[in-house]
């Protein structure tokens, strides 16, 4: 096959030169020393590349188009580097817009690549895929009758996003389940409410933040400012996807006043940055306790761990999902970019989150506490006249009254404020945060 098409091969030698000075040129601007290959080994790939280009083009069943042929050996290309990589043609980087804004018709689902899979990060709070049931560690085996096997992450989420109340069905995998489950859930706009308050004992601030956007740093602010006589902290990151990375980065330096709070490094110098704290408003001595799961990525990783190594809080939970990349978009051409990975974010020990995580100074599994009442309900104290009531029941000298404990004309108002300890058996990673903030309370007052 390859004897026959000596023509082609000659012409298509004369373009892999052409291709090989166009990007000798641009990886020269850039720094002429950073490729492993010599300059014959890249000719080399050069010509094999555009050999078998040729022949698909003269000896495949069907017509193909040469631009479309390279765009999805772009494509190929950019997926086999990394889970995060990928080539955008004109469609996809029109759509990467729509990312960028604050609404969008979509499912509310935080998705990464692990071990090939397509798999749930996390919901996000109040979304559709929140209220369908779908949960952090599920694995996405269709969209609709689509398979993900072999899809990119951004054409999941394209087919995933779509006009607000058009359904969609997600076969999934989920652990301990028997077999796959269908779950239909109905597109909406998406509009995320990052930061949530709560307190527990009245002396401990709860935050839950769900993701990491433009408001968190103020609105932690604020939830502090508003909770002068607050003890412990209690910073909820589970099932949050992350974020801006400055978010993360200003609320670590909330509460440390001094040292590389993240780094990123690449193979470009320009990439190398070291994020640093600041001791502007820093609160130092309010004990913290941190909670994750597999659903914590990214910025959540950034902030857990860093005040982890800081030794500024105690992080519960379970390990954490393992996203530690940068991804820059990089235009080719005026319609066409690619996603690229360049960096690795550092936490301050040196260690890295990528495909790591972050595991928890003390692990606690989700799940509920049982709670039983102490089986002896009389105290010393009331002992005598209970005992004497129950006489006079027996006697029948006194006439006993039911109390009507109905609810129906008695309806008590919840606090969505406050969190209660009935709340709090429900919740064991959270009764085990409270238990250990308090811990630290008392440690603290014992300081001073």
């Not at 030169?17 to 080994?41: C, H, I, M, P, R």
């Not at 590349?49 to 022949?55: A, E």
Request: glycine letters at 8%.
């Amino acid at each position: 096959m390859i004897k026959k098409s000596k023509k082609v091969i000659i012409a298509g030698l004369l373009s892999t030169v052409t291709s090989a000075y166009l990007f000798g040129s641009f990886a020269q601007a850039k720094d002429s020393t950073t490729s492993n290959s010599s300059a014959k080994e890249k000719l080399e790939a050069y010509i094999k590349f555009t050999q078998i280009l040729n022949v698909i083009e003269k000896e495949y069943v069907d017509d193909v188009n040469t631009t479309d042929l390279v765009d999805k050996a772009l494509k190929g290309l950019m997926t086999n580097l990394d889970a995060h990589s990928t080539f955008m043609d004109t469609k996809s980087f029109k759509d990467l817009s729509v990312q960028t804004k604050g609404e969008f018709g979509g499912l509310g689902i935080s998705v990464g690549m692990k071990d090939g899979a397509l798999t749930v990060i996390a919901p996000l709070d109040g979304t559709p895929a929140f209220k369908a049931g779908i949960k952090a560690g599920d694995i996405i085996l269709k969209i609709d009758d689509k398979a993900t096997i072999g899809m990119n992450i951004d054409e999941c989420v394209k087919l995933m996003r779509g006009k607000p109340k058009t359904d969609i069905v997600l076969t999934i995998i989920r652990k301990k389940e028997l077999k796959p489950l269908k779950i239909k859930i109905t597109r909406d706009i998406i509009k995320i409410q990052s930061v949530y308050v709560k307190t527990i004992d009245e002396k401990i601030l709860y935050i839950h933040i769900t993701s990491f956007d433009q408001k968190v740093v103020e609105g932690v602010k604020e939830a502090i400012k508003n909770n002068p006589k607050t003890e412990g902290i209690i910073l909820d990151l589970r099932n949050n996807p992350g974020g801006l990375l400055d978010q993360a980065v200003g609320l670590v330096d909330l509460f440390v006043e001094e040292g590389v709070i993240v780094s990123q490094k690449g193979k470009s110098k320009i990439e190398n940055v070291e994020y640093k704290a600041t001791k502007e408003n820093t609160n130092t001595t309010t004990p913290i306790v941190i909670l994750v799961n597999g659903g914590s990525a990214s910025a959540s990783e950034i902030v857990s761990g860093a005040l982890q190594d800081f030794n500024r809080s105690i992080v519960v939970g379970e390990n954490t999902f393992g996203k530690g990349s940068v991804q820059i978009v990089m235009p080719i051409g005026k319609d066409e970019a690619l996603k690229l990975t360049v960096a690795r974010y550092y936490l301050p020990s040196g260690r890295t989150i990528q495909a790591v995580g972050v595991t928890p100074d003390i692990t606690v599994h989700l799940g509920k506490i049982e709670y039983k009442e102490d089986p002896i309900l009389l105290k010393e104290r009331d002992l005598k006249k209970h005992l004497e009531s129950e006489l006079k029941k027996i006697d029948g000298n006194i006439t006993i009254t039911e109390e009507n404990n109905s609810t129906e004309n008695n309806t008590t108002k919840v606090d969505d404020t406050v969190i209660t300890e009935k709340q709090l058996y429900k919740d064991a990673q959270l009764k085990s945060g409270v238990d250990i903030i308090k811990a630290l309370i008392i440690t603290n007052k014992g300081k001073k």
